[in-house]
Nanobody, 122 residues
């Protein structure tokens, strides 16, 4: 069964940095766009960033543009999210998934992973 496993979250002070990783099992990874999403308590899951199959094109939500960087390593079936200048409003559970060209998630991997908690607080 294809799976997504996110890691790298934690507690960080405002202005700090974290690097999230998402490992995908299966052979479909390099053939799909990948994205990061997040869900804060009491809010709906929202789009953060995505990256095309080769890694040559990226797209970001306005709220993270200039602070977050998405990248991928197709040889390792892994997508990354480098988060800098973190703010308290970035606090959420972060998830990865395959995405369509309209930046919406698509059901390629069967289900969402467990996510990784990011907490930005002093």
């Amino acid at each position: 069964q294809v799976q997504l496993v996110e890691s790298g979250g934690g507690l960080v002070q405002p202005g700090g940095s974290l690097r999230l990783s998402c490992a995908a099992s299966g052979r479909t990874f390099s053939s799909v766009y990948m994205g990061w999403f997040r869900q804060a308590p009491g809010k709906e899951r929202e789009f953060v960033a995505d990256i095309n199959r080769s890694g040559g094109s990226t797209y970001y939500a306005d709220s993270v543009k200039g602070r977050f960087t998405i990248s991928r390593d197709n040889a390792k079936n892994t997508v990354f999210l480098q988060m800098n200048s973190l703010k308290p409003e970035d606090t959420a559970v972060y998830y990865c998934n395959a995405v369509a060209v309209n930046h919406r998630p698509v059901n390629v991997f069967g289900s969402w992973g467990q996510g990784t908690q990011v907490t930005v607080s002093s």
